[in-house]
């Protein structure tokens, strides 16, 4: 297929679309003429999300917590009988948490994982039938700069973003031949409130945890709408893989170079 991916008239379901990327992706999205379901377990944000939006396309608003098997299982019934089917799944929810692997409990890890990998996996499950019945569909699945390299103090959030890469890249090679095509996008350092509202395990001493989020947020740079742009150039596109900002580009090419020894090359400027 030589033309861009035909967004007008399609319908969108974006998670995390409170704020952040999710919101400006599904701004791009309407942009566009994609009608959309947007989903978040903030209500008040999906208003103003859907506020912004206008009214051009039809929105529709679902509180949803991605990390709740039982409501995932019944979202695609309702986004169907909503919008009558789905063309795009935009997994893009996700939570952070800090500390190093003796520091983080088991129950914190399995958290992360139940929103950040099983949220995809299920919403990919749940949606998987409706985005076949599609003339054209895609599964964006949202991984991070952390599922192309992998810091010390990041290793849940890390692993579950190498998860969400890895299922995307494998199940790409299984719908081949499909009219459902897989974009994996890796976000670098985008500005939104992840630093703020990513948990800390509570072993974690306050001033060093402090001092983390600084670095941290000193690194999201990037204004969350170049991003939405971006990551809908690349489903326009059908790219497999979007790269958002440039130290994402740098991971990119440093961790192909130096597989093993990158972080020697970056740790310096990320810490």
């Given at each position: 297929?030589?033309?861009?991916?035909a967004?007008?008239?399609?319908t969108?379901?974006?998670?995390?679309?409170a704020?952040?990327i999710?919101r400006?992706?599904?701004r791009?999205?309407?942009m566009?003429g994609?009608n959309l379901?947007?989903?978040d377990?903030?209500?008040?944000g999906?208003?103003?999300?859907?506020?912004?939006?206008?009214?051009?396309?039809?929105?529709?608003r679902?509180?949803l917590d991605v990390g709740d098997r039982?409501?995932?299982?019944a979202?695609?019934?309702?986004v169907a009988?909503a919008h009558g089917?789905?063309d795009?799944?935009?997994?893009n929810a996700?939570?952070?948490?800090g500390?190093a692997?003796?520091?983080?409990?088991?129950?914190d890890f399995?958290?992360l994982f139940?929103i950040n990998?099983w949220g995809?996996?299920?919403?990919?499950r749940?949606?998987l039938?409706l985005?076949?019945q599609?003339s054209?569909?895609?599964l964006?699945n949202?991984?991070?700069?952390?599922g192309?390299?992998a810091?010390p103090?990041?290793?849940?959030?890390?692993?579950?973003?190498?998860?969400v890469?890895?299922f995307s890249?494998?199940l790409r090679k299984e719908?081949?031949?499909?009219?459902?095509?897989?974009?994996v996008?890796?976000?670098?350092?985008v500005?939104?409130?992840i630093a703020?509202s990513?948990?800390t395990?509570?072993?974690?001493d306050?001033?060093e945890?402090a001092?983390?989020r600084?670095r941290?947020?000193?690194?999201?740079?990037?204004?969350?709408?170049?991003?939405?742009?971006?990551i809908?150039?690349?489903i326009?596109?059908?790219?497999d893989?979007?790269l958002?900002?440039?130290d994402?580009?740098?991971?990119?090419?440093?961790?192909?170079?130096a597989?093993?020894?990158?972080?020697k090359?970056i740790g310096?400027?990320?810490?």
């Amino acid at each position: 297929m030589s033309r861009d991916f035909a967004f007008a008239g399609k319908t969108a379901v974006v998670t995390g679309a409170a704020s952040g990327i999710g919101r400006a992706v599904s701004r791009s999205l309407a942009m566009r003429g994609c009608n959309l379901a947007i989903a978040d377990l903030n209500e008040a944000g999906l208003e103003e999300t859907a506020a912004l939006i206008g009214n051009g396309v039809r929105v529709t608003r679902h509180r949803l917590d991605v990390g709740d098997r039982e409501a995932v299982a019944a979202f695609p019934d309702i986004v169907a009988g909503a919008h009558g089917g789905v063309d795009i799944l935009v997994n893009n929810a996700g939570v952070a948490l800090g500390g190093a692997f003796e520091q983080v409990s088991e129950a914190d890890f399995e958290w992360l994982f139940g929103i950040n990998f099983w949220g995809v996996v299920r919403m990919t499950r749940g949606f998987l039938p409706l985005l076949r019945q599609s003339s054209e569909a895609r599964l964006v699945n949202l991984s991070s700069l952390f599922g192309l390299i992998a810091p010390p103090g990041q290793v849940a959030y890390s692993a579950s973003k190498f998860a969400v890469r890895g299922f995307s890249e494998a199940l790409r090679k299984e719908l081949v031949g499909s009219r459902v095509g897989v974009t994996v996008v890796h976000p670098g350092g985008v500005a939104t409130a992840i630093a703020t509202s990513a948990r800390t395990s509570r072993t974690v001493d306050p001033a060093e945890e402090a001092r983390h989020r600084e670095r941290f947020k000193k690194l999201l740079k990037l204004p969350p709408e170049q991003a939405g742009e971006t990551i809908v150039d690349g489903i326009a596109r059908r790219r497999d893989r979007v790269l958002v900002g440039s130290d994402a580009k740098f991971a990119s090419l440093i961790e192909r170079i130096a597989p093993v020894a990158y972080w020697k090359l970056i740790g310096r400027s990320a810490s």
